[in-house]
Nanobody, 115 residues
Framework: QVQLVESGGGLVQAGGSLRLSCAAS????????MGWWRQAPGKQREFVAL???????MYADSVKGRFTISRDMSKNTVYLQMNSLKPEDTAVYYC?????????WGQGNQVTVSS
């Protein structure tokens, strides 16, 4: 199993930056991939960014060039640096780990971008 603890998020003005953190309960090298998803009010949860165990990275088109996913192996933590935030980035952001065929989710953190 994998437990995920998220931190970060909050309220920021458009154009600002925030960083989300996701700490895993086991070595992230052993986890197939970790990433971030988000869910805005009244919308389905959508993919944001992902990093695999061999450091392949993928981004949703809507965040390319603005968001950066990274990891610290020594802390078993994955980060999402969000720059140039837009009001449409407002959502609850969830960390997800895919490990041994199972998806594990963090508790979610609210990110609100004011115009």
């Amino acid at each position: 199993q994998v437990q995920l603890v998220e931190s970060g998020g909050g309220l920021v003005q458009a154009g600002g930056s925030l960083r989300l953190s996701c700490a895993a309960s086991r070595s992230i090298f052993s986890i197939n991939n970790m990433g971030w998803w988000r869910q805005a009010p009244g919308k389905q949860r959508e993919f944001v960014a992902l990093i695999t165990s061999i450091a392949d990275i993928m981004y949703a088109d809507s965040v390319k060039g603005r968001f950066t996913i990274s990891r610290d192996m020594s802390k078993n933590t994955v980060y999402l640096q969000m720059n140039s935030l837009k009001p449409e980035d407002t959502a609850v952001y969830y960390c997800k780990a895919y490990y041994n065929g199972v998806d594990y989710w963090g508790q979610g953190n609210q990110v609100t971008v004011s115009s």
